[in-house]
């Protein structure tokens, strides 16, 4: 059971890797009634789960892109998602890519809610029937594969949405991938917004924390080509941010705009 009183249904419009619009349904906190509001204030509950967040719909329209490499990584491959909440991230992967998406997707999270709440989701939509779909609960600190796996590591690709808010997570984050990765070879993508802080500190730029993720990533046991279009895939500026940098609001407009990184287990 999800944890919270009331899910809005939303419908979200995606594009599909072969150019046609399609929708995902998914119930997600927006507003919140008052009883759940009592949740947050003692600390009895936590919606961080519960909502979507713009890395995921960064992921999925870069996954969309013509020449975007990434479904390739995901094509016919056991899939864990990491973090996964709403199931966003997840659930939008299988209807871009049709069936030619994931073998079987596992969708975890440290809040059971979010589990409960992923697999909702799942029951509301109509999904490509060749992809194996499950959830379950995964802390990064646990030292083992989700129980899913059978307890073996045999994931091929690993995905995480929009889960780097501050870098002291990035450690475990990329330990729990590089566990449930089958082989050198297997792929890790992480999507995110460039909000994460260094001790307290707010990144100004993306460049910053990006150079940190990758250090953290080849102390870990991945490589990672930082060329853009190869390792690195950015969202592509908008007019509007355009316009923003030229009347001098560079650095506010910069934090909006994600980017996904491909790292590969040695």
Request: proline fraction near 5%; include cysteine; charged fraction near 20%.
């Amino acid at each position: 059971m999800s944890t919270f009183a009331y899910y809005p249904t939303t419908s979200i419009t995606l594009t599909t890797a072969s150019g046609a619009a399609t929708s995902l349904t998914l119930k997600a906190l927006s507003d919140l009634p008052l009883s759940d509001l009592l949740g947050l204030s003692d600390g009895s509950a936590d919606e961080t789960g519960h909502t979507t967040w713009r890395g995921s719909r960064v992921f999925l329209d870069l996954l969309a892109l013509p020449s975007s490499p990434l479904p390739a990584f995901f094509r016919g491959r056991r899939v864990l998602e990491l973090g996964s909440g709403s199931g966003f991230g997840g659930l939008g992967t299988l209807l871009v890519l049709g069936g030619g998406g994931p073998a079987a997707l596992v969708m975890s999270d440290a809040d059971e809610g979010a589990v409960a709440l992923s697999l909702e989701n799942y029951a509301l939509g109509s999904f490509p029937a060749a992809a194996a779909v499950r959830a379950e609960a995964l802390c990064w600190t646990v030292e083992a594969p989700p129980a899913a796996a059978g307890g073996r590591a045999t994931f091929e690709t690993v995905l995480a949405c929009d889960v780097v808010y501050d870098v002291s997570i990035l450690p475990p984050l990329f330990a729990t991938a590089r566990r449930c990765l089958n082989k050198p070879g297997g792929v890790f993508v992480l999507s995110h917004v460039c909000r994460s802080c260094f001790g307290g500190r707010a990144v100004g730029r993306e460049a910053e924390l990006e150079a940190h993720i990758a250090e953290v990533a080849r102390a870990s046991g991945f490589a990672h080509d930082d060329r853009e279009g190869a390792g690195r895939i950015r969202q592509q500026r908008t007019r509007r941010e355009e316009e923003g940098e030229a009347e001098g609001g560079e650095e506010e407009e910069e934090g909006q705009r994600g980017s996904v990184l491909i790292f590969i287990a040695t």
